[in-house]
Each structure stands twice: as C-alpha cells, then as structure tokens.
C-alpha cells in the first residue's frame, strides 16, 4: 500500500535542493565540528558500487584538513603544482584555463581560505565508477552542509591527486589504489544569489 505523502517532508528536501549552491567565499569563523560530522556521516550513507568494491563492502574514507594546518598547506602546494602541469600540459577549454591561472599563481579560490578542505577516498576496481560513488557522496554531503546554514564548493583538481605520491602521503594513503574527490565547507560569507526554479517541462521528454 503506498505511503501517504508527508508534505512538510517533501517540501523541507526541495527547499534544501534548491538552496544548494556552490559557496566559494567564507567567513573566518570555523564551523562546530560536530556539523562536520554530520556531513561526513551524510557522506558515507550515500549509496556506493557494490558490484564494484572489493569484497562488496564499502571502503569510504574522510579526511579533514582544517585551514591553517600542516596538511592543508602540503595539500594547496600540491593542487597549485597539478594545475601548473595541467595548464603546461595542454589544449584546454578556456573556462577551466582560466579557473586554473589563478590556482597555478597561488591564488585558491574557496579551497584557499576555507576552514576545511575535506577530502574522501574509495577502494573500488574502476576508477570511473569510484568516482560515480564519490559523486553521490559529495551531493549527500553538500545537501546536509545547506541544510545546516554552511557553505561548500567541489575542489575537483583533487581528483587528480590519488596517484600523487606526496598528496597520498600527506593522507597516509597507497599510491594510486583509491579514488580521491574533495570540497571546501565553510560558513558562508554572503547569501547566494536567488536562482529562477529550472523549467523542468522544458527538459524533460515524455514518451508515453
Ligand atoms: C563534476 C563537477 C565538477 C565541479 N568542479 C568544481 C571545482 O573544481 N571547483 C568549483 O568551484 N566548482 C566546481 N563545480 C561546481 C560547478 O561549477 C557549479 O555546480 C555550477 O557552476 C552550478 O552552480 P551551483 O553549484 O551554484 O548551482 C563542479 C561541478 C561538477 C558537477
């Protein structure tokens, strides 16, 4: 028998989805951490490729390198050297050459002034479909992050870093044998602006 709809329910996750967006500006006040954790734990309940994993289980884990720290440090120098190679190395779309140019000065938007730059790894057996998982894993974690009045951004050139010797260092991870993504979370150093709802008539084809 189908459930009856709880509509505040219904209501309270679309509000959550349509306020997500990409924060890249953040005060210089550090989150509690235990919000942290309720990302984190956002994270890891999202779904994962079983079929996939080694064993069939989960192996899904977070680091968390707070602003100011060791680590936070090597892992900026790191990202700031992979898009100096990136931007060296070839023919790229202009947007993202001129996302990168900042990023190989120095200059991290977001991810350089965050209080956190989280980063999660999965073991899996396709590289491709580890990062399908991390994806879903980032969508749980920056809704959870709305939800909770915060402010996140993907930092994407951390998926270039699982086969970094120094980055796998830093996290104490093996070279290459795990998938890695990451985001930037912080509170929020001004609202986003209000975007029209999508016209999902528009976007959708019914084949009846
Ligand atoms: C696969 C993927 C990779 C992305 N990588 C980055 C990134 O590295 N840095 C960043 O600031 N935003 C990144 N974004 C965020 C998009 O730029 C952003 O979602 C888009 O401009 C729409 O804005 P909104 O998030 O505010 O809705 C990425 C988004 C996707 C789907």
Do not use: K
Request: charged letters at 15%; proline letters at 7%.
């Amino acid at each position: 028998m189908e459930e009856p709809i709880d509509q505040q329910r219904v209501d309270a996750v679309a509000q959550v989805i349509s306020a997500r967006r990409s924060v890249r500006s953040f005060t210089d006040e550090v989150p509690a951490r235990e919000a942290l954790e309720r990302i984190l734990a956002a994270g890891l309940a999202a779904p994962y490729a079983a079929a996939m994993a080694p064993g069939s289980t989960l192996d899904r884990r977070f680091f968390v390198l707070p602003r100011g720290s060791e680590a936070s440090a090597a892992a900026r120098a790191a990202i700031q050297a992979h898009a100096v190679a990136a931007l060296a190395g070839g023919d790229l779309p202009a947007p993202l050459r001129a996302r990168l140019e900042p990023v190989s000065e120095g200059r991290l938007l977001g991810v350089g002034t965050a209080p956190y730059y989280v980063v999660i790894a999965e073991r899996g057996s396709m590289m491709p479909v580890q990062q399908q998982s991390l994806a879903h894993a980032l969508e749980n974690m920056w809704l959870m992050a709305t939800a909770l009045g915060l402010g996140m951004h993907l930092v994407s050139a951390t998926t270039t870093m699982g086969g970094d010797p120094a980055f796998c260092r830093l996290l104490g991870l093996p070279v290459g044998e795990l998938a890695l993504n990451g985001c930037a979370i912080g509170i929020p150093a001004h609202a986003s602006e209000a975007r029209p709802a999508p016209d999902i008539g528009a976007a959708t084809t019914w084949l009846d």
